[in-house]
C-alpha cells in the first residue's frame, strides 16, 4: 500500500502521507523552520525582562542588560504600558503563567509568622515582652525560606493560552498610557502636575518610539505632550485609554 495519497487540483499536484509513514522533504523543513522559529522566540523571551530599575540617580535601567536611559531638557522617557485587549484571562492577566508563593510572602511578611498587624495585635493582649518574643519567629510553612515555596504553572484556566480570544498583531492599537520613568533636569514637576512614577496619558503621535532589546516600550517625548495623569490604572483588567489615530 502507497505512504501517501496523491491528486491533483487544476496545474497543482498535492499529497498527503498516512499516519506513520515517512514524511516528505517538504514537511521535514517546514519542521525544522517551525523549531527554529520556537527557538528564536525562546531565546528572545529569555533576554527580555519585565523590570525596570529605577533609583535617585534618574537613570533607568534593565537586569541583564548594559546600557542606561536618562530623559534630558524637557523630555521625559515614558514606559508604554502593555496592549490589553480586554479578553485575558482574568487569573494570570494574560502571562499564560500563574506564580504560587508562601503564604507569609502573599500576606506581605515574606519568612515570618506574624505580620506587623499581628504582633501590634499581641502587645494589646498579651504584652510586648510575648510580642517580641514572636516577631522573629519563622513561618512554619517555608521555615523562614519563602524562595523554596515559589514556583511557576501553566495557568489552569486558559490553559497557558494567556487570552480567551487573540488578536491579531494588525488589529492591535500602541497603547497611549504609560509610566514616567525619567525627567529631564528643566522639567518642573510641581507645574507639570505629574512626577516619576505617575501614569500618564498622551496623544498617538506624541513623542518618539525607542527601540530596545529589552522586551519593554518605550517613548521619549515633550513632557508638555502629557495630557493628563491617571490613578487606579494599574489593576484594570484591559485599559481602556487608547487614542485612535486619524
Not at 121 to 142: Q, T
Request: charged content about 25%; aromatic content about 6%.
Amino acid at each position: 500500500m502507497s505512504d501517501a495519497i496523491n491528486y491533483q487540483i487544476g496545474d497543482t499536484k498535492h499529497s498527503i502521507h498516512r499516519v506513520g509513514s515517512p514524511a516528505s522533504g517538504t514537511e521535514v523543513q517546514a519542521e525544522g523552520v517551525k523549531q527554529l522559529f520556537e527557538r528564536i522566540e525562546k531565546e528572545n523571551a529569555e533576554k527580555s525582562t519585565t523590570e525596570i530599575v529605577l533609583d535617585d540617580t534618574n537613570e533607568v535601567s534593565f537586569p541583564g542588560f548594559p546600557y542606561k536611559f536618562e530623559a534630558l531638557g524637557e523630555k521625559i522617557l515614558v514606559s508604554i504600558d502593555v496592549f490589553k485587549s480586554g479578553y485575558e484571562c482574568k487569573r494570570c492577566k494574560g502571562q499564560k503563567n500563574v506564580q504560587h508563593l508562601c503564604g507569609c510572602e502573599t500576606n506581605g511578611h515574606a519568612g515570618l509568622r506574624y505580620g506587623k498587624e499581628d504582633i501590634d495585635a499581641i502587645k494589646e493582649s498579651l504584652g510586648d515582652e510575648v510580642a517580641n518574643v514572636r516577631a522573629p519567629m519563622p513561618c512554619p510553612d517555608c521555615e523562614g525560606k519563602p524562595e523554596t515555596q515559589r514556583f511557576s504553572e501553566t495557568c489552569p484556566d486558559c490553559k497557558g493560552l494567556g487570552a480567551l480570544l487573540h488578536l491579531p498583531d494588525s488589529s492591535k492599537n500602541l497603547p497611549t498610557t504609560g509610566v514616567v520613568v525619567s525627567m529631564g533636569s528643566k522639567c518642573e514637576p510641581e507645574k507639570l502636575g505629574f512626577k516619576t512614577g505617575d501614569r500618564i496619558l498622551f496623544g498617538p503621535y506624541a513623542g518618539s518610539m525607542i527601540p530596545t532589546k529589552a522586551g519593554l516600550m518605550f517613548k521619549i517625548l515633550d513632557a508638555v505632550q502629557a495630557w493628563c495623569k491617571i490613578r487606579g490604572g494599574e489593576d484594570l483588567a484591559a485599559f481602556d485609554f487608547i487614542i485612535q489615530a486619524d
